[in-house]
């Protein structure tokens, strides 16, 4: 994804330099504390994982608080990120209404309400791109990973098949694809297909060692059925 919300970029390509607002940074700081660091975190966009993982900065580094949020903090409800969220996507709104479908603006509002959790929303918005532009592959991707992220497994693969018919390199569609098969259907042989063709088409691609990892952790987990008890370790 080129750009994400209350972001200033400065270039047009994939991998572009962003510049994060302090309303941003600090919701995707409570998401992290919130939900924690999962094993199998998706990644939104070209630049690095997104919620429910170790948010990045433009500069890659994760960007979380200290544990406890540090003194006197106190974690926001749900309702309090998503009208930090609608506050920020006011002006984008305002945009919007000049028109309704400039596909910049509804990216930004749809990465705007991916960081803060706001999966609908954001899904909604990616829809909205993608009816101007289906070939979209970047957009699609993210809006399967939300789609994951609402367990919605079997849409968010048919997605993923999509973006990859039309960028059969995109890495992170690759990536989220693999974890929607191991983490959403159990489908270990999958996960492990797509992961192992990543890193053939990319060897140096940035997320390389977490794709290595998750290689290991899929193949002990091969055989296992849904529902079955196993002693094997947790994803």
């Known amino acids: 994804m080129a750009e994400t919300n209350g972001t200033a970029e400065t270039s047009g390509a994939k991998g572009s330099q962003k510049t994060w607002t302090n309303l941003q940074a600090y919701i995707l700081a409570v998401i992290c504390l919130t939900v924690g660091f999962g094993v199998g975190y998706l990644l939104r966009g070209p630049g690095g994982p997104a919620a429910p993982g170790a948010p ?3 500069e890659g580094s994760p960007h979380a608080m200290p544990e406890g949020g540090g003194e006197g903090f106190q974690h ?3 309702e309090q990120i ?7 996507a006011a002006p984008l709104l305002a945009k919007l209404k000049a028109n309704p479908k400039d596909v910049e603006v509804l990216t930004q509002l749809g990465n705007l309400y991916y960081d803060a959790q706001q999966f609908p929303k954001a899904i909604d918005y990616y829809q909205k791109v993608l009816e101007e532009n289906p070939k979209n592959a970047a957009v699609r991707t993210d809006m399967a990973t939300g789609l994951f992220y609402l ?3 079997d849409r968010a693969i048919t997605e993923f098949d999509t973006a990859l018919k039309d960028d059969p390199k995109n890495s992170n569609a690759l990536f989220n694809r693999g974890i929607t098969k191991w983490q959403g259907k159990l489908d270990v042989e999958g996960a492990v297909a797509d992961w192992e063709k990543l890193l053939k088409q990319n060897p ?3 997320h390389a060692d977490e794709v290595k990892k998750h290689i290991e952790r899929a ?11 196993t002693d ?4």
């Open 76 to 78: 926001p409800s749900s």
């Open 204 to 206: 140096n691609y940035e």
């Open 219 to 229: 193949n002990v987990h091969k055989g296992v059925k849904p529902g079955q008890t």
């Open 56 to 58: 990045a900065t433009a």
């Open 151 to 153: 367990g919605d497994y």
């Open 232 to 235: 094997k370790p947790a994803m």
């Open 82 to 88: 998503q009208a930090m969220a609608d506050e920020q």
